[in-house]
């Protein structure tokens, strides 16, 4: 079954950096987009960044653009989320999303905090 695992987020001060990743397993990762969401506390859940298949394309919110970069490896079926110059309004839990087959596939999520 899809399984997304992803790792390393983390506590980080403002202006730092992290870099998330995201294992995908139990579908041909190659052939689907995948997208990066998150959630801050209360608030719903948004859109960060999306990459087709093949990475030719790439989708940012407006508000990480400039600072967060998507990009893939398909030999190893990752994901990952480069995040620069953070700000405390990136805190949150980010998430791992594929759709496949009308079906939207969610990893259980990595914490990230953004505080002096």
């Known amino acids: 079954q899809v399984q997304l695992v992803e790792s390393g987020g983390g506590l980080v001060q403002p202006g730092g950096s992290l870099r998330l990743s995201c294992a995908a397993s139990?579908?041909?990762?190659?052939?689907?987009?995948m997208s990066w969401y998150r959630q801050a506390p209360g608030k719903e859940r948004e859109l960060v960044a999306r990459?087709?298949?093949?990475?030719?394309?790439?989708n940012y919110a407006d508000s990480v653009k400039g600072r967060f970069t998507i990009s893939r490896d398909n030999a190893k079926n990752t994901v990952y989320l480069q995040m620069l110059s953070l700000r405390p309004e990136d805190t949150g839990v980010y998430y791992c999303?594929?759709?496949?087959?009308?079906?939207?596939?969610w990893g259980q999520g990595t914490p990230v905090t953004v505080s002096s």
């Open positions: 999303v594929t759709r496949r087959a009308g079906d939207d596939y």
């Open positions: 139990g579908f041909t990762f190659s052939m689907y987009a």
């Open positions: 990459i087709t298949s093949t990475g030719g394309i790439t």
